[in-house]
């Protein structure tokens, strides 16, 4: 098997003991590569104003895969006021480490599974006919626009002459907002383009074809927001007849999503939406399998690819003298790098193991056993991040 180089990003937080714990678990299972480090992160916009260094950029231009951690993001006004002193009054503009990756390398395919395991005690359960409890399997995959939408840092605070007078040609605008003063005002686009918004919706059908999947379900508002959640669902209506007539496209929005995912879950396999429908329905489906201690996510673009679990930094647990936190939905965000580049039957032993785990039940950590995160856990019962790490080790 080829040694790969994977760069490494922990980032903040809890990113770097459950990204210690994951790559302990790829040696365990024969994953050879090697591994090196990736500067990203609070503590770089602090000391050098930039999250996201050059050098990590380059390290990925030449390796193309990453691991990453978690990341700490803070509003506007507290971000510039953590600079290093020498960076302060030089109008550094903090921005998304991971959202300005996602642009620079066009990782725009983002994929988030939502799979039960099966008695995982955080399992949706709901109630059947009469007395009867019911706990539905759930399996959807999340294709979420990465690039575009929301996400895209197209911003304004008191927008300049050329905004705003672009703006005021919009009726809409016009007959709603110009009494508003413009130094009160703030305005985000939500942009999608035709190119990708293609290839997320071709990424979700191909998907879907090849599970044998016959519905793809198009997660946005186009009754409301019509431009562009108008575009994805035209597209995904066009593809649909003209390259896979055996996958019809449901269409629901976001918020209808929000109520059904807790009344039929099992009734949705793909799903795709835009960047930021995308990012709050795929949270919504995790918290039916685990939580964020179990949801993982795939960030892939045309030559680079990097893996995270979708859950933040949490920096109240990173200094506690035991770490506690699950470490199941980094392990999780590996198994998906592998199948990424083709080592599929390593994917499957780490994804079998942590299965063996859950359905046991002997070693839960903290949240699998719904207690508040407080550093006592561990004697309370729970499991630290590399106890959790060392069962899975232990099934493998």
């Not at 399997?137 to 999340?142: G, R, W």
């Not at 009726?171 to 990708?196: D, G, H, M, Q």
């Not at 293609?198 to 519905?215: D, H, L, M, P, Q």
């Amino acid at each position: 098997m080829e040694k790969r180089t994977i760069v490494t990003m922990p980032g903040d937080g809890i990113g770097k003991p459950v990204l210690d714990e994951c790559i302990r678990v790829l040696d365990a299972v024969g994953f050879k590569a090697n591994y090196v480090n990736g500067d990203i992160g609070w503590e770089f916009w602090c000391k050098e104003g930039n999250p996201l260094p050059e050098r990590t950029i380059k390290l990925l231009e030449e390796h193309k895969i990453g691991l990453f951690g978690a990341i700490t993001s803070k509003p506007k006004d507290k971000a510039a006021a953590e600079l290093a002193p020498e960076l302060q009054g030089k109008n550094i503009q903090y921005y998304s480490p991971i959202v300005a990756m996602r642009q620079h390398f066009d990782l725009d395919l983002c994929m988030r599974p939502c799979k039960t395991f099966p008695s995982n005690p955080l399992n949706f359960i709901r109630r059947g006919a009469g007395t009867s409890i019911e706990e539905p399997v759930v399996d959807v995959m999340i294709f979420r626009q990465n690039t575009e939408g929301l996400y895209g840092g197209v911003e304004w605070t008191n927008p300049g002459d050329l905004v705003y007078d672009a703006l005021m040609t919009h009726p809409k605008f016009r007959e709603n907002f110009a009494w508003c003063p413009r130094p009160e005002l703030a305005v985000s686009t939500r942009i999608f383009t035709k190119k990708y918004t293609t290839r997320i919706v071709r990424a979700a059908f191909e998907y879907a074809k090849n599970r044998g999947y016959s519905k793809i379900t198009v997660c946005e508002k186009p009754n409301v927001i019509r431009e562009t959640s108008g575009m994805m669902l035209k597209i995904a209506q066009e593809m649909s007849k003209a390259d896979y007539p055996n996958i019809w496209v449901e269409d629901v929005n976001i918020d209808a999503m929000m109520m059904w995912l807790t009344k039929n879950p099992e009734n949705y396999n793909v799903i795709v939406a835009g960047n930021m429908f995308g990012d709050i329905v795929s949270d919504g489906f995790a918290g039916l399998v685990g939580g964020l201690g179990f949801a993982c996510s795939a960030n892939i673009g045309p030559e680079v690819a990097v893996f995270e679990p979708t859950h933040g930094s949490a920096p109240k647990y990173a200094d506690y003298p035991v770490s506690i936190v699950n470490p199941i939905a980094m392990i999780l965000s590996a198994v998906m790098m592998l199948d990424h580049i083709g080592e599929s039957e390593m994917a499957a032993r780490i994804k079998k193991a942590v299965s063996e785990v859950v359905a046991e039940g002997k070693v839960k950590a903290y949240d699998m056993l719904k207690m508040k995160g407080t550093p006592d856990v561990v004697n309370q019962g729970a499991v630290s991040t590399k106890a959790m790490a060392d069962a899975v080790i232990a099934k493998l």
